[in-house]
C-alpha cells in the first residue's frame, strides 16, 4: 500500500469534480456517498444513506467516473470499503480522456488490487501520473457488493501548470555539417520544460548562420518533425558545396487545449 503523496490536492473532498456512475442500487446509495472517509450521522430518526456508493448491478460494467472541463494532473487514487457492510472492491481498472469524448484504458488496461475490508485505504501512486478531464473507476472484483470510496489526488494548480505556450531555441552546436559535399544532415532533439496535454504546434525561425557558401547560394534548411507531447526533433540539413559551421532556430510550440 503507497502513501498519499505529500502536497497533493484531495479534489473529490474538494468539489474539484463532477461525479456520475453507471448505476446506483438506489438514492441512499448514490456517487454523493462514494467521497473517502464518508460516514453517515448514526443519528436517531435521521439516514443520510449508506457509507458507500453501491451499484444496482454487479458485474464488470459498473463504474464512477469523475470530470470537470479543465485538465488535472493525477497522482494518485485512494479507495475504500462500504463503512457499514461488509461489502468492497477488490480491484478494478482506471480509463481516463482528455476531451471528455475519446478515452484511453490506464497502463494498456492493467488491474489494480484494491481493499481487503471496510475502512482500511489503499492508495495507488499513478506512474506515470495521468493528465485528464475526466477519470472512471471499474470495479473488476468485489466481495459481498461493489461498494466503494475513493479519492482522487492531483498535483496544486502552482506545479501543474498545463502550459498552451513554450518557447526556446536550438543549435546544431558543433561542426557535424562543416565538411563534405552533397545531401549532409543531422538531427538535434528538443525536450519541453513541461509536457503538453496535447501535441503541440510547433513554428521555428532561423536566427544566426555561420555557413560558407556554395559558388554564392546559401543551401540549408531545418525542419521541425516527430513533434509530441514532451519535444520534437529538428532536423538541420545542407547540400552542395554547402559547409556549415552552425544554425541556430528559435521555436514556439503552441497547444489548444
Request: with cysteine.
Amino acid at each position: 500500500m503507497s502513501t498519499i503523496p505529500a502536497g497533493s490536492i484531495p479534489c473529490l473532498a474538494n468539489a474539484l469534480l463532477n461525479l456520475r456512475s453507471s448505476t446506483d442500487y438506489n438514492a441512499d446509495h448514490g456517487v454523493k456517498n462514494s467521497i473517502l472517509n464518508f460516514s453517515n450521522s448514526k443519528e436517531t430518526g435521521r439516514f443520510d444513506g449508506s457509507e458507500s456508493w453501491s451499484s444496482s448491478i454487479l458485474d464488470k460494467n459498473q463504474f464512477i467516473v469523475a470530470g470537470s472541463d479543465s485538465i488535472k494532473t493525477f497522482i494518485a487514487i485512494s479507495t475504500q470499503g462500504r463503512g457499514d457492510h461488509d461489502q468492497w472492491v477488490t480491484s478494478y481498472k482506471l480509463r481516463y480522456s482528455l476531451d471528455n469524448v475519446n478515452w484511453v484504458e490506464y497502463n494498456n488496461g492493467q488491474v489494480y488490487n484494491a481493499n481487503t475490508d471496510r475502512n482500511s485505504i489503499v492508495t495507488l501512486n499513478l506512474n506515470p501520473p495521468i493528465k485528464a478531464r475526466s477519470i472512471a473507476i471499474h470495479p473488476q472484483s468485489y466481495h459481498n457488493h461493489i461498494s466503494l470510496r475513493w479519492e482522487l489526488h492531483a498535483l496544486p494548480y502552482s506545479s501543474n501548470p498545463n502550459p498552451s505556450v513554450q518557447m526556446g531555441e536550438v543549435s546544431i552546436g558543433d561542426r557535424t555539417l562543416n565538411s563534405g559535399t552533397g545531401n549532409r544532415n543531422v538531427t538535434r532533439h528538443v525536450s519541453f520544460s513541461h509536457q503538453f496535454a496535447t501535441v503541440p504546434m510547433v513554428s521555428i525561425g532561423c536566427k544566426k548562420v555561420d555557413a560558407h557558401t556554395d559558388a554564392g547560394q546559401m543551401r540549408w534548411q531545418g525542419v521541425a518533425q516527430n513533434i509530441t507531447p514532451n519535444g520534437f526533433d529538428l532536423l538541420f540539413t545542407t547540400w552542395g558545396d554547402n559547409n556549415v559551421y552552425d544554425l541556430t532556430f528559435d521555436y514556439v510550440a503552441i497547444a489548444f487545449q
